[in-house]
Nanobody, 123 residues
Framework: AQLVESGGGSVQAGGSLRLYCAASGHSIKSHCMSWFRQAPGKEREWVAYISSAYTAPYYARSVQGRFTISKDDANNSVALEMSSLQPEDTAMYYC?????????????????WGQGTQVTVSA
């Protein structure tokens, strides 16, 4: 599958953004879909994942209660709704997918990656 992210941008602290990941070439209905992020000079960090549109998603503690991941099987896409953004959320955000059953917080688990979309939060 090919993944293309969009929706990044610059916001002030406390603001919101919605990231979107469109998949093509293969249905992601049975794929685990994750969002990761990587800030300059830091390792890639898992943010959230969802295995199907009907199962509970999981979030990193740092974004729990502020971010919401959702999957749209009809549109073969996944979104990340981000609110109460803080400067520490500034990073390149990546969408990742894997057809294996189950999900993982490890980036090495995922077979398909998007090119990333930049999120910048100013104080």
């Amino acid at each position: 599958a090919q993944l293309v992210e969009s929706g990044g941008g610059s916001v002030q602290a406390g603001g919101s953004l919605r990231l979107y990941c469109a998949a093509s070439g293969h249905s992601i209905k049975s794929h685990c879909m994750s969002w990761f992020r990587q800030a300059p000079g830091k390792e890639r960090e898992w943010v959230a994942y969802i295995s199907s549109a009907y199962t509970a998603p999981y979030y990193a503690r740092s974004v729990q209660g502020r971010f919401t991941i959702s999957k749209d099987d009809a549109n073969n896409s996944v979104a990340l709704e981000m609110s109460s953004l803080q400067p520490e959320d500034t990073a390149m955000y990546y969408c990742a997918a894997d057809p294996s059953e189950g999900c993982s917080r490890q980036s090495s688990y995922y077979s398909f990656w998007g090119q990333g979309t930049q999120v910048t939060v100013s104080a």
